[in-house]
């Protein structure tokens, strides 16, 4: 085994080398404790036992076993792919804010990350202004056109993934752009037509194809069928252009020149929106989006989810995410296990090495307790979490403490293998179960600025390349599909269907967190990688504040959790240990490509006493941090 990890390690450490050298030139919500009405709601029997895993939103391209925490004293800057990064990072030394910062990353990953974000996706933003938490809400919309059955065959099914994914029937109204406009009105320092010069230059002069975009490419079995992507992505004999080549991307240089210059009036009125209308109705699979979508779009400021987690606090993404709740959730649920049962308390349950010391596996009994708590909120979200404006979500009542206690007493040594939905307190349940495998490609961006502030954003175009539909040089969301394809079981309505100007239930959990009592701002974390996505910040965040774990070691750690299925391991970073000590449990245990990409900047005291930011990206993807 020992001789397998290190072969594997090596592998993926290989492809980073190369990517290098080419880059070288280049308010609260919670409740007051109440007892619940129960702990378990009535719900459909699960699926059968056969049934598979959803499939990743983009393939493994690579481990980096040579990063390190990156250290700061002013400003510091993450994202997916050091050229965003780099631009975040000047921005900020040129006095801009966080949210500065982050729409010039935003802006480049349109360019060089197209297969997760860009201007025709969406994104959640959660922001520190020194003062105040603040989450923006750019989810995409439903076309007023698109009823319940959008998913369905004339035959009554849901379609296949890919058939409703490919296409304008899976588009929905852009948001990113609104998100970034409303948060940048309040936060902004640096002029809007700034952020976009690092975007428009490289993407008029060119970037070398990185070796995770190739591989994204090279796995796409849809790209053949769009001329625009063939074109762009493609050589002249139909295969992908080699990592190492300079892609130069002018439509995508003059659409962010108009951007840049007239706001996002550029994008949702004039000759791009007739562009996007006229591509998502004349696909193959057409869709309904209309101008008066478009025009109609706006993004929304939310209530953030805010609850206390020991000696912290935790602030996430409200409805339409459940990343927030979820996180939530987790952690009270982990709290409250320690108290009734004292062998859970994690803090004793830290990690070891599996081949490497850049490679931590985490105690059989964290990874129990935290995959247990993971079953029961990923119970609860199914059921119970939509967009708010049009489902009614108790979040106070899905986080009140006492309500955890009661979800916390249903973990025991043994697995529960299938969690079901709870009551919370106020809670009736009026709806059936989602049982739709969301698959969302993401990218995430963290970074904290010289005054004090700070963002974590989430940002995506749902599947990896989106509908696969081009328009003025960058992808369009296919993010209907993150809706239930299903509306409906046993007469009962499921509460993430698909509805006329509703935003889907999304995963993403863009995170912020501070000292509890004194409300100091510590940190903040997110990651890309779909339905897995909670699973990911977790752990992620059970290492920095529970584990004290060096901020890199905490992201590189061997991913683990649960979306209410089998125990899912990451594959090629566990030993037969681990796997073999939670089969004793009674877990199904599933090894997997996991294949996060975190960032987080965390305040930390190095040893001669100067608290500093401490920032790491993941090493699954290409990202880095930079900071001054």
């Not at 295969?239 to 991307?249: E, R, W, Y």
């Not at 459940?322 to 952690?331: D, E, T, Y």
Request: hydrophobic share 40%; aromatic share 6%.
């Amino acid at each position: 085994m020992a001789h397998l990890l290190a072969s594997r390690l090596a592998w993926r450490g290989s492809i980073i080398v190369t990517f290098t050298a080419l880059m070288a030139g280049c308010g609260t919500q919670s409740g007051a404790p109440a007892a619940p009405a129960a702990t378990a709601a009535p719900a459909a029997p699960p699926p059968p036992a056969t049934a598979t895993l959803p499939p990743a939103p983009e393939i493994a391209s690579g481990y980096r076993t040579d990063m390190s925490t990156v250290y700061a004293e002013k400003y510091m800057a993450a994202a997916a792919n050091p050229l965003a990064t780099e631009a975040g990072r000047d921005v900020l030394r040129q006095g801009g804010s966080a949210i500065d910062a982050a729409i010039a990353m935003q802006a480049v990953l349109t360019l060089v990350e197209p297969q997760a974000s860009g201007v025709g996706g969406g994104a959640f933003i959660m922001y520190w202004d020194g003062k105040r938490v603040q989450a923006f809400d750019g989810r995409e919309t439903a076309p007023a056109g698109a009823t319940e059955n959008l998913f369905l065959r004339p035959d009554g099914k849901p379609m296949e993934f890919s058939e409703a994914q490919i296409g304008g029937r899976s588009v929905g109204t852009p948001g990113v752009l609104r998100a970034l406009e409303m948060a940048h009105r309040e936060h902004g320092k640096l002029k809007w037509s700034q952020l976009f010069q690092r975007a428009i230059s490289l993407a008029e002069k060119g970037f070398p194809i990185s070796p995770r975009l190739y591989a994204q490419v090279a796995s796409d079995k849809f790209m053949s069928n769009s001329p625009e992507m063939s074109a762009y992505f493609l050589d002249a004999q139909g295969k992908p252009k080699p990592a190492g080549t300079i892609l130069k991307n002018p439509q995508l240089a003059q659409t962010l020149r108009a951007i840049a210059a007239n706001g996002p009036n550029a994008l949702y009125t004039g000759p791009i929106a007739r562009d996007i209308v006229t591509k998502v109705n004349g696909s193959l699979n057409p869709g309904s989006l209309s101008t008066r979508d478009l025009v109609n779009y706006r993004a929304k400021l939310r209530v953030p989810v805010c609850t206390d987690y020991k000696r912290w606090k935790i602030c996430g993404m409200p409805p339409p995410s459940s990343g927030g709740i979820a996180l939530a959730q987790i952690l009270g649920t982990l709290q409250a296990l320690e108290t009734r049962n004292p062998k859970y308390a994690l803090a004793a349950l830290k990690p070891s090495a599996v081949s490497t010391p850049a490679v931590l596996e985490a105690n059989p009994d964290a990874v129990h307790a935290i995959a247990e708590a993971d079953r029961l909120a990923y119970a609860d979200r199914g059921l119970y979490v939509a967009d708010s404006d049009f489902v009614q979500v108790d979040i106070a009542g899905m986080v009140n403490p006492a309500y955890l206690e009661q979800r916390a007493s249903l973990i025991s040594d043994k697995s529960m293998g299938k969690a079901q939905p709870g009551v919370p307190p106020g809670t009736s349940v009026a709806f059936a179960p989602d049982r739709s495998p969301p698959r969302i490609s993401t990218s995430q961006i963290v970074a904290v600025d010289s005054r004090g502030g700070a963002i974590s954003m989430t940002t995506t175009v749902e599947s990896y390349f989106g509908s696969h539909i081009m328009v003025r040089g960058f992808m369009l969301n296919n993010q209907l599909t993150d809706f239930s394809f299903l509306p409906s079981e046993n007469g009962k309505p499921v509460a993430n269907r698909v509805e006329p100007g509703k935003r889907p239930r999304s995963s993403m959990a863009p995170t912020l967190v501070f000292d509890r009592e004194s409300g100091k701002f510590l940190g903040t974390v997110g990651s890309p990688g779909g339905s897995q996505i909670i699973e990911y910040v977790s752990k992620t965040l059970v290492g920095l504040l529970d584990w004290n774990m060096d901020v890199q070691a905490a992201i590189g750690m061997a991913n683990f959790g649960s979306r209410n299925g089998p125990t899912e391991l990451e594959k090629g970073l566990v030993t037969p240990a681990l796997a073999d000590a939670l089969k004793q449990r009674g877990h199904q245990v599933a090894e997997i490509e996991m294949t996060s990409g975190t960032q987080a900047i965390m305040r930390r005291q190095r040893a001669d006493g100067r608290l500093v930011w401490a920032g790491g990206a993941d090493p699954r993807r290409e990202g880095v941090a930079m900071g001054d």
